[in-house]
């Protein structure tokens, strides 16, 4: 790994004065999961590291009228082991718990997540599913707005993520379908009712950048959410990714295959609700 | 680029309090092997996915291959080593960690390499799940740490048989 120099704020108001000083070449760490692996690999050599591991502020889960506001340091097993998340959105639990594997649970966070939008990473589909907020230390960026491509946010450069906040949905389900080695999404489906009733179905791993299955949508606001309101629905490979792990046609039948899993998970939850 | 200059940090590790100075680039797992010697922590793929450099931060499992050491500044790490801490090291079996007795008993190893980081692993598993916890899940969550050697069956008997050995009640002694 390169040499870089290496700060530690103790707070936002900190951070932004070492940021308005800091060189182009300034990155964030945030759980370090991806950032340190990529460093080791020499496929990024920032000149300097400022940490975020001592911004309390950062970290934390709290219920906020009816949505969940989740700090954007706060690490992907705290997210697991919160009574809060589990209680008012149970697919968030399930989502995090199959991030990686338990080590790199407790340290990777849902901001460093999203912030560098792996188009393969579980985060994008739940928060683009469940029509998200993410709030920075300038300005609130909904789900749709932040995701812009392979790798790329509409963070501008400096801006800092301090949370995402969910909206608790009338229920809300997640499918994927692992990578076996790194347990990425070759394809993840996050499906969801919203407090209004409105359908949602936000797509990971297929494509360049989480996108909405608009089709699927439709059906369901037409058919309900059953597994059969897709029956003769199918997603066009047009787009999606084709590599070494998985042929865009297979991405595009994971497609609906997710889709359909996450539905009788819906179902499964209501039944068992019941 | 700013002249790069070690700092200067302090953690707790294997319950003793360290001040050392560290490059920024200096990984957790050097610095725990190299700085320290403290060699229990091994390094096998050094890019994550074996978990043999696995330690545990605050009491939960993380991968010191993947963690900077100045990151660890105010935390409490322990090692391998600081699980049966005896005069007479690991040949006094009376300090023994009950996962490490449960490795012992089960022969959850073939050539020893992964075992640290299973066990540091495993410690994670049992304290998460406690009474509750069943083959499937044990299994679930050692996707993190890899073993070449044993097909894991031993492993998985260890890790069980270690988590009801941790539980209150076999502490007491009437479990």
Redesign the interface.
């Known amino acids: ?6 700060s ?1 704020p103790g707070d936002i108001a900190e951070l932004r004065r070492l940021l308005a000083t800091a ?1 182009d ?1 300034a990155r964030l ?1 945030a759980g ?2 991806t950032l ?2 990529t ?2 690999q020499g496929l990024a050599a920032p ?3 400022i ?1 975020l ?1 001592g911004i309390d502020e950062l970290t934390g889960i709290r219920v906020e009228q009816e949505a969940l506001v989740i700090g954007a340091m706060t690490p992907h ?1 705290d997210i697991v082991r919160s009574e809060e998340v589990r209680g008012r959105i149970p697919a968030l639990t399930t989502l995090a718990n199959e991030i ?5 649970r ?2 990777g966070t849902i901001g460093g997540s999203i912030a560098n939008n792996d188009p393969a990473a579980d985060w994008p589909a739940a928060l683009l599913g469940l029509d998200a907020v993410v709030t920075t230390d300038r300005r609130e960026w909904s789900a749709s707005d932040f995701f812009t491509g392979m790798f790329e946010t509409a963070l501008a450069p400096g801006e800092v993520i301090v949370s995402v906040r969910f909206p608790v949905p009338r229920r809300g389900a997640y499918a994927k379908f692992p990578n076996p ?1 790194s ?1 990425y999404a070759v394809v993840g489906v996050f499906v969801a009712e919203g407090a209004d009733g409105t359908p949602r179905v936000a797509v990971t791993g297929a494509g360049p950048v989480v996108f909405r299955w608009a089709e699927a949508e439709a059906r369901l606001a037409d058919h309900g959410f059953r597994p059969d309101a897709l029956d003769g629905l199918s997603h066009p490979e047009n787009g999606l990714n084709d590599d070494i792990h998985a042929s865009a046609g297979y991405r595009a039948h994971l497609i609906g295959v997710m889709t359909r899993r996450a539905l009788t998970r819906l179902a499964a939850a209501d039944e068992a609700a019941e | 680029m700013g002249e790069v200059n070690p700092i200067e940090i302090e953690l707790t590790v294997n319950g003793e309090t360290r001040r050392c100075r560290v490059m920024p680039h200096r990984l957790l797992v050097e610095f725990l092997r190299e700085d320290l010697g403290l060699t229990g922590t091994h390094v096998g793929c050094d890019t994550a996915q074996c978990g043999a450099c696995t330690v545990l931060w605050n009491g939960r499992p993380v991968k010191a291959c993947n963690t900077l050491a100045v990151e660890a500044a105010g935390a409490a790490i322990t090692t391998i080593e600081g699980l049966a801490p005896s005069p007479k090291g690991i040949a006094d079996e009376a300090a023994w960690h009950p996962m490490q007795r449960a490795f012992h008993e089960h022969h959850g190893l073939q050539c020893g390499f992964c075992t640290p980081g299973m066990i540091m692993a495993a410690i994670g598993i049992a304290e998460r799940h406690g009474d509750a916890l069943d083959e499937e899940t044990v299994r679930a969550e050692l996707e993190g740490n890899l073993c070449r050697c044993t097909g894991y069956q031993n492993i998985v008997d260890a890790v069980l048989a270690g988590a009801r050995a941790m539980t209150p009640a076999a502490q007491r002694g009437d479990g």
């Open positions: 790994m390169r040499p870089f120099t290496y530690r060189g070449d760490l370090g999961q340190i692996a460093m080791k000149e300097a590291l940490s591991a097993a990686g594997d338990p080590a790199v407790e340290k080695a347990r």
